[in-house]
């Protein structure tokens, strides 16, 4: 697996989102600036979160980003997939696209399903509401 730059700025951005939680919606500048997200990232992934499902925008002078569902239900992996597809590729390929057909090469699908689900447990288990907790136990 490997973290793109989406992938971590999207994280972040989702992170900035959740600490702000409940103050109303938050800016793309805002966001941007809180998480040390370059400019040109952020109007591309907040747009992609938000067709996700995982954040609701509002045009206007009050406008903005907030979080579509509490923090304890968004998942690190929900936001991945989101930004990325699926969450092992190989070749660049997703492995619903990976087709093995020697049989020298059949257990490769096994062993890289293996790896996506242990990915999967990882990033499904840790939600933006433990990570807003870690981050504010880093503060004390």
Sequence with gaps: MQISARSD????AM???ALHAGEGFISSAR???????????????LADLRRGGLLTSQRGFVGGYVLARPAAEIS????LRTIQGSLTTVRGLSLDDVDYRADA????TTLWQSVEDSIAAVVDRVTLA??????ESCRD
């Design 105 to 108: 090469n059949a257990n490769l």
């Design 15 to 17: 992170i900035g989102a």
């Design 31 to 45: 966001l941007a600036e809180g998480q040390n997200i370059p400019q040109s990232f952020i109007p591309t992934i």
């Design 9 to 12: 700025y999207a994280v972040k």
């Design 76 to 79: 690190v992996g929900d936001i």
């Design 130 to 135: 433990d990570l807003v907790a870690a981050r």
